[in-house]
């Protein structure tokens, strides 16, 4: 396997890693703001 091969898959799964925590916070963040009646 290539190097760039394999950096570009780190880079992937870092890149979707960050997309999930942001997703996942920002979706917290809407669930602590929101009341909870």
């Known amino acids: 396997m ?3 091969v ?3 898959f780190v880079a ?3 890149l979707m890693f960050l997309i999930a925590a942001a997703t996942y916070v920002c ?3 809407h669930e602590t703001s929101r ?3």
Request: proline share 7%.
């Open 12 to 14: 992937l799964n870092i």
């Open 6 to 8: 394999l950096t570009l």
């Open 35 to 37: 009341p909870t009646e």
């Open 27 to 29: 979706r917290a963040a």
């Open 2 to 4: 290539s190097s760039w």
